[in-house]
């Protein structure tokens, strides 16, 4: 483990030497979509993008980059799309389109990939390329995963006649590569402590250095996320489709599980919508567990967050914290805010406390609510 370990950090200080790595920081997805879309521009891979994207289109087709239109980028919102033809077929005629929707650093959604994929003609394939897998990929889409590109990447290194053009090519492999890795390393295992978004973890202190803390703090929430909605949905709630926008229109209590970043700090979201316009919720933002009231009118958070503290029926925190600080101070104010909407409470997670334990705590607190839910509507309706 510990050779791994440092296997890993000599891949960093590789990448930390490589141009392409720094060219990159500026807009990862679309750097990737560049220069993917221009490697496939190069008639001296036309062979092997053929064989590397082929199988997505019927057999006999093949790709020739010196056709008009073979290439674009970003066209209606399609990160990079290339047409095919068929071998003998005269111009314009009996083409095929593959639609690669590329995500790096954000997530694949279900409801965008649904989006793109109504809009597609029907001699065309949706690829999606991602470093994080999807538990459900929409019927309409196939995978690509890093690693193939890494290894199509190579492959291009070898074939070219180029010593120049062999350098770079080798030096983005080398990118690829380390952000493989870097996901391996996102992902959550139940024995892990909570301890990655602390600056004394090591992984997270060398990620930093080289500016991709955030690419691994994203990728390890939206790994909890998963973790939660699965064990949420094993206990019986009903559950929005992961990550999806939240609906507070809703007359069924729902569950939503969202992750993202916000001011460099990676987050996890559960909110609990119990009636229309109204959630009582879980946010873990860094080591913070909040225990958060949200009225989405924004008319009654205050009054409703109160009514449910005076009544001890919300903003209780669980024994495994020990006697950790509130936040905010009880004896300056009640609550922290963000905006006229959501309050909350808070603690700090312990480092000692493992994963599946703060998972647990998660499910422990939707079931309070679930239990509770008609008397706290009743607290919250007073008054009205």
Sequence with gaps: MLEAKEEFFDLLKRLGASPVFHFSLGSKELFHSNFLAWIFEQPEWAASTTAFLGHFVPEGYVFDPRRKDSVFREKQNIDVWLTFQAEGASADEQLWHVWI???????????????????????ATCVLLSLSEMDEVPSQWRTLSFGDVQSFIETCAQETTSEYLRNILQDYALLVNALVEIEKRSEIHDSQFFDFCLASNPILRALDEYRLDDFYL??????????????????????????????????????????????????????????????????????????????????????YARALLDAQQWFQFPAEFGEGKLYPNPKRKKFNRFGAVFLYQSKKIPETLAWKEVVRICIRDLKKIQERREAMLQLTSAGR
């Design 101 to 123: 929707e590329n995500k790096v650093k954000s997530l694949p959604r279900r409801d965008q990939l649904e989006t793109y994929a109504a809009k597609k003609p029907e001699n």
């Design 218 to 303: 994203k990728k390890k929430y939206a790994g909890m996320a998963k973790v939660v909605w699965h064990a949420a949905e094993v206990a019986g709630f009903k559950m929005a489709p992961n990550r999806s926008k939240i609906d507070w229109e809703l007359d069924v209590p729902t569950v939503f599980v969202n992750s993202g970043m916000t001011r460099a700090t990676g987050f996890l979201d559960i909110k609990y919508v119990i009636q229309p316009q109204l959630s009582i919720g879980i946010q873990i933002q860094g080591n913070q567990y909040r225990l958060v009231v949200e009225d989405n009118t924004g008319d009654n958070t205050e009054r």
